[in-house]
């Protein structure tokens, strides 16, 4: 009987766990997100990409944060960002964009994150 109980509790427990590990941020496709940012005028735009892939080219009026920079990424985007305004992230790929919204989320920010990143954007501007 005692270990029925003892199962009973693990499995609830191992439930509950499970159910608490959900996104903490949305993903958008370039369209809904091109929507989004265009839409609302309090979206805070960050390229979290390095410098050079900046340089090479972003979305006009992005703000840039690298989420490389794991040391200062928070630090810098606490003194950046304002957090009772959402925040909208992308990268090269989507990789480190969802990096950087993981963090940014725990952290209380509101996030939304461009899935397929610059090179998704570019191709979606191109169709």
């Given at each position: 009987?005692?270990?029925?109980?003892?199962?009973?509790?693990?499995?609830?427990?191992?439930?509950?766990?499970?159910?608490?590990?959900?996104?903490?941020?949305?993903?958008?496709?370039?369209?809904?997100?091109?929507?989004?940012?265009?839409?609302?005028?309090?979206?805070?735009?960050?390229?979290?990409?390095?410098?050079?892939?900046?340089?090479?080219?972003?979305?006009?009026?992005?703000?840039?944060?690298?989420?490389?920079?794991?040391?200062?990424?928070?630090?810098?985007?606490n003194a950046m960002?304002?957090?009772?305004?959402?925040?909208?992230?992308?990268?090269?790929?989507?990789?480190?964009?969802?990096?950087?919204?993981?963090?940014?989320?725990?952290?209380?920010?509101?996030?939304?994150?461009?899935?397929?990143?610059?090179?998704?954007?570019?191709?979606?501007?191109?169709?």
């Amino acid at each position: 009987m005692n270990l029925k109980k003892i199962l009973f509790v693990a499995i609830m427990v191992f439930s509950f766990s499970f159910c608490s590990l959900k996104q903490e941020f949305i993903s958008y496709t370039p369209a809904e997100f091109e929507k989004f940012i265009q839409e609302d005028k309090s979206v805070q735009l960050v390229d979290v990409r390095r410098s050079d892939e900046f340089e090479a080219g972003h979305i006009e009026n992005a703000l840039l944060i690298n989420v490389l920079d794991s040391l200062t990424f928070m630090d810098k985007a606490n003194a950046m960002l304002d957090k009772s305004r959402p925040v909208a992230v992308y990268c090269r790929s989507g990789k480190r964009s969802k990096d950087a919204a993981r963090k940014l989320s725990r952290k209380g920010y509101k996030v939304f994150d461009l899935d397929s990143g610059y090179l998704g954007w570019i191709k979606y501007l191109s169709e």
